[in-house]
């Protein structure tokens, strides 16, 4: 099967930097866009970043300027460099990623168990 671990998460002050990492394992054939999402306590799970299997990028408005999301796609992997950060960034991070599968060729929509980002002083 194939699953998605997020990593590096943690705490951090405000104006601090944390970069996550989201690994893919498993029986992969190949691996589409991949994106960073985040949930606050009592608020619906929103987009961060979304990068495409060439490339291309976008941000949420909040985050633009502050985060960067690339992909190592020898690894399999996928970052988010996130700098200035602030109280209003914590949340659970999660990782998204669709992938087909070498054993069916079917592509689907693959979820991490998410880390937590906590913003204070």
């Known amino acids: 099967q194939v699953q998605l671990v997020e990593s590096g998460g943690g705490l951090v002050q405000p104006g601090g930097s944390l970069r996550l990492s989201c690994a893919a394992s498993?029986?992969?054939?190949?691996?589409?866009?991949m994106g960073w999402y985040r949930q606050a306590p009592g608020q619906q799970r929103e987009l961060v970043a979304r990068?495409?299997?060439?490339?291309?990028?976008n941000y949420a408005d909040s985050v633009k300027g502050r985060f960067t999301i690339s992909r190592d796609n020898t690894k399999n992997t996928m970052y988010l460099q996130m700098n200035s950060l602030k109280p209003e960034d914590t949340a659970v991070y999660y990782c998204?990623?669709?992938?087909?599968?070498?054993?069916?060729?079917?592509?689907?929509?693959?979820w991490g168990q998410g880390t937590q980002v906590t913003v204070s002083s």
């Open positions: 498993g029986t992969i054939f190949g691996i589409y866009a």
């Open positions: 990068i495409t299997s060439g490339g291309s990028t």
């Open positions: 998204n990623a669709g992938i087909s599968d070498y054993r069916t060729y079917r592509t689907s929509d693959y």
